[in-house]
């Protein structure tokens, strides 16, 4: 069971340059998240979506895009990189609502570098 | 390598119970560390967090984390817990990069 994976580990963009992070999960989850954690801060919320064909703007999400086509995959598109987004990017996902036990499942991250 | 281990996986209480939840993370360097909680139905939220200073740290809703480094532990504790504290709770450090523990899923019971 390979859980939630993301696609680069590391990357090193120039500035203006574009570039889409993969994620993709296994386990059926009708949540996908997309976090940022800038160095020595906590997660802010990117974007999510709730189900395939839906995606909503979470706190930070100036600079990217997502979409949705499948249940197990949601990319994150960065059009036109800026030093402002080196930061270490976390993709997870969870089941629908059932209550309070609903775990959220992390990729390892990407650690993203515009120069 | 890196690690987080959360001793408690489920946790059960009643409502005005003092609350602990045991962290510790392997590292022999500087870490900075964190505690986030998931309500349910809701996305991950930072409860908080130590980078240096004072090791008892004070986040929201009256929790507070101590950081003991001879122990490598950053426990989470709270005086007396409410219904509304239901949720999960995630220690986690960071390095280079966020690493988490795996959570501990607190139940309090009205």
């Known amino acids: 069971n390979a859980g939630v994976t993301q696609t680069p580990k590391f990357r090193i963009l120039k500035i203006g340059q574009s570039m889409t992070l993969q994620c993709t999960q296994d386990m059926n989850h009708n949540y996908m998240y997309w976090y940022r954690q800038d160095p020595g801060m906590g997660l802010k919320l990117i974007y999510y979506s709730v189900g395939a064909g839906i995606t909503d703007k979470g706190e930070v999400p100036n600079g990217y895009n997502v979409s949705r086509s499948t249940t197990e995959d949601f990319p994150l598109r960065l059009e036109l990189a800026a030093p402002s987004q080196t930061s270490v990017y976390f993709c997870a996902s969870r089941n629908r609502d059932r209550g309070p036990w609903e775990k959220l499942f992390f990729g390892s991250g990407t650690q993203l570098s515009v120069l | 390598a890196q690690s987080v281990s959360q001793h408690n996986h489920h946790v059960i209480l009643s409502e005005a119970a003092s609350l602990e939840l045991g962290c510790n993370y392997s590292?022999?360097?500087?870490?900075?560390l964190f505690w986030y909680v998931q309500y349910p139905g809701q996305h991950l939220q930072l409860l908080l967090k130590?980078?240096?200073?004072?090791?008892l740290v004070k986040g929201i809703k009256g929790f507070e984390a101590e950081f003991i480094k001879s122990k490598f532990s950053f426990n989470l504790r709270k005086p007396s817990v409410q219904w509304s504290d239901t949720a999960e709770y995630f220690c986690a450090f960071s390095v280079q990069k966020l690493v988490f523990g795996t959570g501990t899923r607190l139940l309090v019971s009205p």
């Open positions: 590292y022999g360097g500087t870490v900075n």
């Open positions: 130590y980078f240096s200073g004072d090791p």
